[in-house]
């Protein structure tokens, strides 16, 4: 017997698998700010060394250096910035994925038509993971290691064949 409640369009289906990528941050704010006054101590020291002993132009070179290792952890904090959300429920699979200038992208995909493929390497372990539905080829998991790849793929693998049982009725 069903109830009214049983019928409801608006009813949350459960949940079967949820997880929010974010890519490794080798660094937090607090320690980049170490890491840039320490670099920073040294390389004035190195080049007041210098312009005493008469090389002047190279003070200057030390400041260049700085000013590149600071751009290039500010490129690395900002791609920190990105997202992907990956989500399913016994009747769709929905990958969100945000780029670190905050654009997004959504593929909503039915879980019974999905596969997961995998690219391995022999030596390095799993490389790229794909979800694959209807001609269609999604990147998941891309700036994961290899051992979280495995981990990330044997929990949506696990997900996607609970999809596939469909969902379980007990008293």
């Known amino acids: 017997m069903t109830t009214d409640s049983d019928l409801d369009p608006d009813r949350a289906e459960p949940k ?11 660094l937090s704010h607090k320690a ?8 920073g ?3 004035f020291a190195a080049g007041l060394g210098f312009w005493m002993i008469g090389a002047w132009p190279v003070f200057g070179f030390f400041g260049l250096d700085l000013l ?13 910035r990105a997202t992907e959300e990956i989500s399913m429920t016994p009747s769709e699979l929905r990958v969100r994925r ?24 022999a030596e390095f372990g799993i490389e790229q993971l794909y979800l694959v539905s209807s001609g269609r080829r999604v990147s998941v ?10 981990s990330f793929a044997n929990a949506l693998t696990a997900a ?12």
Do not use: D
């Open 98 to 121: 945000t780029s670190p200038r905050g654009q997004v992208a959504e593929w909503v995909l039915n879980p019974l038509w999905v596969r997961l493929e995998k690219i391995v390497h």
């Open 68 to 80: 590149a290792i600071y751009i290039a952890f500010k490129v690395v904090f900002a791609r920190g």
């Open 41 to 43: 101590t040294i390389s």
């Open 16 to 26: 079967l698998f949820s997880a929010l990528l974010t890519p490794h941050r080798a």
């Open 160 to 171: 996607l064949e609970a999809a596939r049982r469909g969902p379980s009725y007990q008293s």
């Open 32 to 39: 980049f700010l170490v890491l840039m006054g320490f670099l």
């Open 141 to 150: 998991a891309s700036f994961l290691g290899a051992e979280e790849k495995a």
